[in-house]
C-alpha cells in the first residue's frame, strides 16, 4: 500500500469528513494564490499566534513535533507560518494545518484549508483522501466519493482509497461500484476483517446471502471483533427479502448475537435481533426470552413491540397488552402510537 502519512494513518477508522470541493483545479496564478495565503492567514486566531521556534530545530522540525505530541495550538501557527513561505512548494504544509484545525474542532477552517490545498497542489492524492475523510464525516458522500475517485485515478494502487471509495459508494447506494472497490482493495492487500465485513454489506444489498455470510463468517476469524459488527451482520438474515433463508443460515446468524452477548451481557440490540431470529425459526419461547431481555435492559420500542406480538401469538393476551401499553407510555410520536393500536387490534 502507498505510505500515508500521518493523519491518514491515524485516521484509519474514516471518523471524520467534511464539506464541499470535489475537484476543482484553480490556476496557481500569483494574484490567486496570494488571496488563498491572505485566506489561510485568517484561520489562525489569536490564541495560537507567536509560539517560538525552539533554537535547536527548523520551522518545519518544530512543527512535526507539535503535530506528534498534539499541541494543536502550535502545531497551527508552525504550519501556517511554514505555508506563508514564499518558497513553499509542498503541500504538507496544508494537510497538517488542516489536521491541526480538526484537533481544535475547527471542521469548516479545516474544509478550506484543504480546499486551498487542493487549489494549489490538485494532484496530491494526499490531500484528496484527508478531504474526502473530511467530507464523508459530515455527510457529503457525493463529494466525498468524486475525491477517492481522483485518488484512485492517480495512484490506482492506493489501497486505502479503495476502501474508502467502497465505503461511501455502499452509503450512496451504489453495491455494484462498492463491490468493484473492495475488491481491488483485497486485490492489493489482502483479505481483512474491515474489508471482508464491508464486502459481506455489500453482497446482502446487492440480495447474495450467501456470499455475504460466507464474507462475514472470514470476518469474523478476528478474535478482536466488535459486538456491533457481530449484530449489525446477524441482522441480516432478518430482512425481508431474505425471509426464506435456509436453518444453517439462521443457526450461523443467531451464533453471532451470542457470541456479541458474551462480550457484553448488556447488549440490548443484540438480544433483539436474536429475538428477531428465533422468530424466523418458528420458535416464539425464544423469541420472548430474547425480546424480554432486551426490554429489560432499555426502552427499546421494536422489542417491546414484538415482544407483545409473541406473547399474542402464545395466547398471553394480557401480558400482550400490558406490553403495548408500556410502549405508549414511552411519550413516542403520534405515528408510532397509530402503529402499536394497529397492532393491539390484532389480536382484539
Known amino acids: 500500500m502507498q505510505e500515508m502519512d500521518s493523519w491518514t494513518a491515524t485516521k484509519r ?68 507560518r511554514a505555508i506563508e513561505r514564499p518558497d513553499n512548494q509542498d503541500p504538507l504544509p496544508y494537510r497538517e494545518a488542516a489536521r491541526a484545525l ?45 475525491n477517492y475517485q481522483v485518488v484512485v485515478r492517480k495512484a490506482p494502487r492506493h489501497a486505502d482509497a479503495w476502501l474508502s471509495l467502497a465505503e461511501v459508494q455502499l452509503d450512496l447506494d451504489l453495491p455494484a461500484n462498492a463491490k468493484r472497490a473492495v475488491d481491488r482493495y ?12 464491508l464486502r459481506g454489506s455489500i453482497r446482502a444489498q446487492i440480495g447474495d446471502l450467501s456470499g455475504a455470510m460466507t464474507d462475514f463468517s472470514g470476518a469474523f476469524a478476528d478474535p478482536e471483533v466488535s459486538g456491533e459488527l457481530l449484530t449489525t451482520a446477524a441482522a441480516v438474515v432478518t430482512q425481508e427479502q431474505f425471509s426464506e433463508a435456509d436453518e444453517e443460515t439462521l443457526l450461523l446468524a443467531c451464533s453471532w448475537t451470542e457470541r456479541a452477548l458474551e462480550m457484553d451481557p448488556q447488549d440490548a440490540e443484540a438480544s433483539y ?67 402499536l393500536e394497529r397492532v393491539r387490534r390484532a389480536w382484539h
Not at 483485497?186 to 465485513?197: D, H, K, N, Q, V
Not at 426490554?295 to 427499546?300: A, R, Y
Open 102 to 146: 480538526i484537533g481544535l474542532g475547527e471542521i469548516e477552517s479545516a474544509q478550506l484549508m484543504l480546499d486551498r490545498g487542493i487549489e494549489l497542489f490538485p494532484e496530491d492524492v494526499e490531500l484528496r483522501l484527508m478531504c474526502g475523510q473530511l467530507l464523508c464525516d459530515r455527510g457529503f458522500r457525493r463529494a466525498a466519493e468524486l
Open 186 to 197: 483485497i486485490e492489493l492487500e489482502g483479505p481483512c476483517t474491515e474489508a471482508l465485513f
Open 273 to 339: 435481533v436474536k429475538g428477531m431470529i428465533h422468530e424466523q425459526q418458528g420458535d416464539d419461547l425464544g423469541a420472548v426470552e430474547a425480546y424480554e431481555r432486551s426490554v429489560e435492559l432499555v426502552n427499546h420500542l421494536l422489542a417491546m413491540t414484538r415482544l407483545a406480538q409473541a406473547y399474542a401469538r402464545l395466547g398471553e393476551f394480557d401480558r400482550a397488552d400490558a406490553m403495548i401499553d408500556r410502549a405508549l407510555d414511552l411519550n413516542v410520536h403520534a405515528s408510532h402510537r397509530r402503529m
Open 13 to 80: 477508522g474514516r471518523s471524520l469528513r467534511c464539506s464541499a470541493i470535489a475537484a476543482r483545479g484553480e490556476s496557481d496564478s500569483l494574484p490567486g494564490r496570494l488571496a488563498g495565503l491572505l485566506a489561510v492567514g485568517c484561520l489562525t486566531f489569536a490564541g495560537c499566534v507567536g509560539y517560538a521556534v525552539p533554537s535547536d530545530l527548523s520551522l518545519l522540525e518544530a512543527a512535526r513535533a507539535a503535530s506528534a505530541r498534539e499541541d494543536w495550538p502550535a502545531a497551527l501557527d508552525y504550519w501556517r
